[in-house]
């Protein structure tokens, strides 16, 4: 059970071993492609020379990371909003998590604690953190009891809803297609209301 998107291996591997680059991968996960986002903690590691930690990036110099995000290619469509925020996020896990993003989750007691630590990060709101915990709970084995219900539709089994579903070409058509007929929805919604 691990993410397999079509980026560099390299990248891949980055976030099956890092659960700092897989968490800063649902961070960067906004207004970009799925794929853009994560595999920008690996193209940061290489600008940076190496895998970083959290109290490293939380202690960044504001300017030079965004002169790291923004360099071409940008790590984001909005590079300088993105470095603050990986900031933002990197400070709480320093100041809750011992600057270790796997203690957001190896030690809570179900899936409700597990989706409101997800949900008190910045910039994280309901559908981001439940689409993280699902991410969690498909692809890496975190599985603390009702997770699934903490990840609502995100958690269902078979579905092709997000990056959580994500396994090869054909899950990523599929989730792709899903994205897409839920912004015609809101569009129709929208234009008919």
């Given at each position: 059970m691990t993410l397999v998107l079509p980026i560099d291996p390299e990248a891949n591997r980055l976030l099956e071993r890092s659960p700092l680059a897989r968490l800063l991968g649902m961070v960067l996960d906004q207004q970009v492609p799925m794929e853009k986002a994560f595999s920008s903690p690996y193209v940061l590691a290489q600008r940076l020379g190496h895998e970083p930690d959290a109290a490293e990036l939380a202690g960044y110099d504001p300017e030079a990371l965004i002169a790291l995000f923004a360099t071409p290619p940008a790590l984001h469509r909005f590079p300088k909003a993105m470095a603050a925020r990986v900031q933002e996020v990197c400070q709480v896990l320093v100041d809750r998590y011992?600057?270790?993003?796997?203690?957001?989750?190896?030690?809570?007691?179900?899936?409700?604690?597990?989706?409101?630590?997800?949900?008190?990060?910045?910039?994280?709101?309901?559908?981001?953190?439940?689409?993280?915990?699902?991410?969690?709970?498909?692809?890496?084995?975190?599985t603390p009891q009702d997770w699934?219900?903490?990840?609502?539709?995100?958690?269902d089994p078979g579905a092709y809803r997000s990056v959580a579903d994500v396994t090869d070409a054909d899950s990523l058509r599929r989730v792709r297609?899903?994205?897409?007929?839920?912004?015609?929805?809101?569009k129709a919604k929208t234009a008919g209301g």
């Open positions: 011992d600057g270790d993003a796997a203690r957001l989750w190896s030690d809570v007691a179900d899936g409700p604690e597990l989706f409101r630590r997800v949900a008190e990060l910045p910039g994280f709101g309901k559908q981001k953190a439940q689409i993280f915990v699902a991410l969690l709970g498909k692809r890496f084995g975190v699934r219900e903490a990840a609502g539709d995100y958690g297609d899903y994205k897409q007929q839920m912004k015609a929805a809101a």
